[in-house]
């Protein structure tokens, strides 16, 4: 038997525990899995706070991810003893997730560990990580380079907006963050931001336009604030959207788009095609080191999740929260 951390409906709302798992618990699937992390993320914390209708099957394992070793294949490409990783196909929602000594899932979702990264080093990044590397690769394919201009990252405190920033200045980019934490300008600045923008100046009621001032960027809040960074897009610029952490409406015009030709660029993180994550992969071991990840990461414990949930939901949180499973 191992440890997983377990979320059930109840008469009385929903019940979160720390209770155990065997093999027999799990789904189908080819491969067997010890993991030994996983991360707490934003739909993480809103399943277990039950903030909104993530789960949809009871009772529940959350964690959108995981990373460990394989304990048994029967599938052609891994054997006992590869490291992996997997992000997204649904898991902590519709199957049992990461937050669980043991994951059985089919073998095409795993990507192979980077040797650059140890199996903690890889939820440093997460699915966050993954989801902010996948933006940057969208930025790129639409042609934005350095000499593009300044870019923006929206939630720069949270996981994906700390390794879009890391990764975007590594590459030459002049990244701002844009963050309703001002006291925090020293850590972002430390991890690459040529400064900061207050929140504020986006979150308030749209305009069609606003003055030029971006090449594009990364957006993990939607909502007014994502408007906003659209009506002040320069010509031509590219917006890669992959958060909804203020809401998700998205209350603009199409004056953007049909006056400066603007590019908004959709990210899905859950069902991109293997292909697409182990190029993700391969590029967040090229260019984001591993000893860079203590600067926007600390690890916790499965007993510690359920009150962290509740402090990411609150904004109080910074970076990522790696999950220590234990047995």
């Excluded at 690769?137 to 042609?143: K, P, Q, S």
């Excluded at 980019?173 to 001002?182: I, N, Q, S, Y």
């Excluded at 430390?190 to 594009?216: D, H, T, Y």
């Amino acid at each position: 038997m191992s440890k997983a951390l377990w979320l059930e409906k109840t008469d009385a709302g929903q019940n979160v525990r720390i209770g155990t798992i065997s093999e027999a618990d799990l789904p189908e699937g080819e491969v067997i899995v010890d993991v030994s992390h996983s991360t707490l993320n934003y739909k993480d914390a809103l399943a277990i706070a039950g903030k909104a209708p993530i789960v949809r099957s009871w009772p529940m394992v959350p964690g959108i991810d995981f990373a460990g070793t394989v304990k048994e294949s029967h599938h052609h490409e891994w054997q006992a003893g590869d490291k992996v990783v997997l992000n997204g196909w649904g898991i902590g929602e519709t199957r049992l997730g990461g937050m669980a000594s043991l994951a059985r899932v089919p073998g095409d979702w795993l990507v192979r560990l980077p040797d650059a990264y140890s199996l903690e080093d890889a939820m440093a990044i997460g699915t966050a990580g993954y989801t902010a590397m996948l933006a940057v690769m969208r930025l790129e394919e639409a042609g934005l380079k350095p000499d593009s201009g300044p870019l923006l990252v929206t939630g720069a405190m949270g996981g994906v907006g700390s390794v879009a920033i890391l990764v975007l200045a590594r590459l030459g980019f002049e990244v701002w963050a844009l963050t309703g934490r001002p006291e925090e300008e020293a850590h972002l600045k430390a991890l690459g931001a040529a400064g900061i923008v207050p929140r504020e100046e986006l979150s308030g009621k749209q305009k069609p336009l606003l003055k030029e001032r971006w090449a594009g960027g990364v957006d993990a809040v939607g909502s007014h604030v994502l408007a906003n960074f659209l009506a002040s897009t320069r010509y031509r610029g590219t917006v890669a959207a992959c958060g909804l952490a203020a809401g998700m409406d998205l209350p603009v015009t199409v004056a953007p788009f049909i006056l400066r030709g603007i590019t908004l660029a959709g990210i899905d993180s859950v069902y991109v095609p293997a292909v697409h994550r182990r190029a993700a992969w391969h590029r967040l071991a090229k260019d984001l080191p591993a000893q860079r990840l203590a600067a926007i990461s600390r690890t916790i414990a499965l007993e510690e999740v359920q009150a962290a949930a509740t402090d990411l939901l609150d904004g109080k949180v910074k970076g990522r929260l790696v999950v220590e499973i234990g047995n």
